[in-house]
């Protein structure tokens, strides 16, 4: 044996060690887009600790929700299924409330907990029922408020002071302070920057001298989008309005528009701008303690949102800035930074990331894929080439009523935000949308030509053959994710 081999055998052991499992640090936003970030591209807004995920990171510049709502999306994140598996397919709050998250599916964080992790879920929460699979909790009632929000911890009602995205991120150090020998996974999900887009006083002015430039799409006239023209409830400058008391009086209705735009991006901004600076204190707790190198960092939000695009703002549709969401990961222990990823990432595949990242195995429920293969640089061959999107949120109001209801023309417009249940098949290149309860209309876009989708091509000759392949991929979907 020479001195090479020696070295070798006395090495084996450690190597053979199992290697220490990752902290999981998962934070997500409320209707945060990408290019509200430095990092995406925004050239505005200078975001330093987003970024530094992406940069000692992982950038995911095709990162997609599966359903454009708080709610769903959410639950889709916990269990890594689509909406139709996991029964939350809309907000219902309240009296509304019939939506119930499928207790028998496995949430990340259940499944972590079962694997000697210690998990907590600090911030905005947003679904019907109380956490399930953590030792600990804190959390946002519904919505909860900016300002001296109540929150709920372990049951109890706590009133606290001050503002929400400071007080999330007091609570979540809080939590990580702990003494604990455990790995740990810790769910830090932050209301802001969700409407009534409230900054904190410190960021009141931030980006004052500015005037934003606005989208291509400002000024849609929506000519071959039937079911966008419809959607009324969804034009900021309407459904904004009674938001701003200090609108001056007087204004034309295109002044009013610009006003309200330059406010309400510029406010969305500044409480984004909060949570990055917050997450900034969370990142240096984690080199201070030695933990970053071992720690996954993960950060999203539960869907995009349309900044003044096609003259909206919200979600819900399957157009790009509301389809689109920021997924940046970091795990210095396994990649270096400064990688860009542009196959497509869903927000169903998180839960096996994470559940993969710990070396556990993923449950059979899960529909999404582990994107730790892209992180390594080993991306399957086999890797999705198109993505499947649902939105249903009126369904439910519908449910039970039978086909008559949906034939009835006052329940064209019994929708919230006028935005019609539908489905749609997205490629690297096109986009087929379904709305099925509006006597099947559909809608299909060449993203190459028409990256802004202002041109519905789904009756033009010329795309025939590509509006027959996609109508077979949407059949496809349908079926792979039992949807049908
Ligand atoms: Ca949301």
Same mark, same amino acid.
């Given at each position: ?32 887009? #990408? ?5 995406? %591209? ?19 510049? +095709? ?6 709502? !708080? ?11 689509? /909406? ?16 119930? *998250?499928? &207790? ?21 929460? =947003?679904? /019907? ?34 503002? !929400? ?8 150090? %809080? ?9 740990? !996974? ?16 410190? =960021? ?40 701003? @008391? ?6 034309? &209705? ?11 991006? @510029?406010?969305?901004? $500044? ?28 950060? /999203? ?36 930074? %400064?990688?860009?990823?542009? $196959?497509?990432?869903? +927000? ?14 993923? #449950? ?6 582990? *994107? ?53 098949? $997205?490629?690297?290149?096109? @986009? ?34 590509? $509006? ?17």
């Amino acid at each position: 044996m020479n001195r090479r081999q020696a070295l070798s055998l006395m090495a084996a052991p450690a190597v053979m060690a199992a290697p220490r499992r990752p902290n999981i640090l998962y934070v997500m936003t409320d209707d945060h887009v #990408p290019r509200a970030m430095s990092c995406y %591209g925004n050239t505005i807004l200078k975001t330093p600790n987003f970024d530094r995920i992406a940069n000692e990171g992982c950038r995911f510049d +095709n990162a997609f929700c599966t359903n454009s709502l !708080c709610a769903p999306s959410r639950a889709s994140v916990l269990t890594g299924t689509y /909406s139709h598996v996991n029964g939350i397919i809309g907000n219902s709050e309240g009296a509304d409330n019939i939506e119930k *998250l499928d &207790a028998k599916l496995p949430t990340y964080p259940q499944v972590l907990r079962q694997n000697g992790y210690r998990t907590a879920m600090i911030g905005k929460w =947003h679904l /019907s029922h109380d956490p399930v699979g953590f030792d600990y909790h804190c959390i946002l009632p519904g919505q909860g408020l900016y300002f001296d929000p109540v929150f709920i911890e372990q049951g109890q009602k706590k009133q606290m002071k001050g503002y !929400c995205t400071d007080i999330t991120t007091d609570i979540a150090l %809080g939590w990580l302070k702990q003494k604990d020998t455990k790995p740990w !996974c810790l769910v830090y999900q932050h209301k802001s920057p969700h409407r009534p887009f409230q900054p904190a006083p410190r =960021h009141a002015k931030l980006l004052n001298d500015v005037t934003l430039p606005h989208p291509a799409t400002y000024d849609d006239d929506y000519a071959t989008r039937k079911l966008s023209r419809e959607a009324e409830d969804m034009k900021f400058d309407i459904s904004l309005e009674p938001d701003y @008391k200090d609108l001056p009086k007087g204004l034309s &209705a295109r002044e009013k528009k610009d006003w309200i735009y330059q406010r309400f991006v @510029k406010d969305y901004y $500044r409480a984004a701008y909060g949570v990055d600076e917050n997450l900034g204190r969370v990142l240096e707790y984690l080199d201070q303690t030695g933990q970053a190198e071992n720690t996954v960092v993960i950060y /999203s939000s539960d869907n995009g949102f349309f900044l003044g695009d096609y003259g909206w703002y919200d979600k819900r549709f399957m157009y790009e800035p509301s389809l689109r969401i920021p997924l940046m990961i970091r795990y210095p222990a396994l990649f270096g930074g %400064g990688k860009v990823e542009k $196959r497509f990432a869903l +927000n169903i595949d998180y839960a096996p990331t994470i559940l993969d990242l710990a070396g556990i195995k993923v #449950p059979g429920t899960m529909q999404g894929r582990s *994107l730790k293969p892209l992180l390594e640089g080993k991306p399957p061959s086999n890797w999705r080439k198109s993505m499947y999107y649902t939105y249903y949120e009126d369904s439910w109001r519908l449910r039970g009523k039978g086909k008559e209801a949906m034939a009835d023309p006052s329940f064209q417009y019994f929708t919230p935000h006028r935005v019609s249940p539908h489905r749609g098949v $997205r490629t690297e290149r096109h @986009k087929l949308i379904h709305y099925f309860s509006e006597n099947n209309y559909w809608e299909l876009f060449d993203l190459a030509s028409d990256p802004n989708e202002l041109k519905n091509v789904y009756d033009d000759k010329a795309y025939a053959s590509v $509006r027959a392949d996609l109508t077979k991929e949407l059949a496809r979907l349908r079926k792979e994710y039992r949807n049908t």
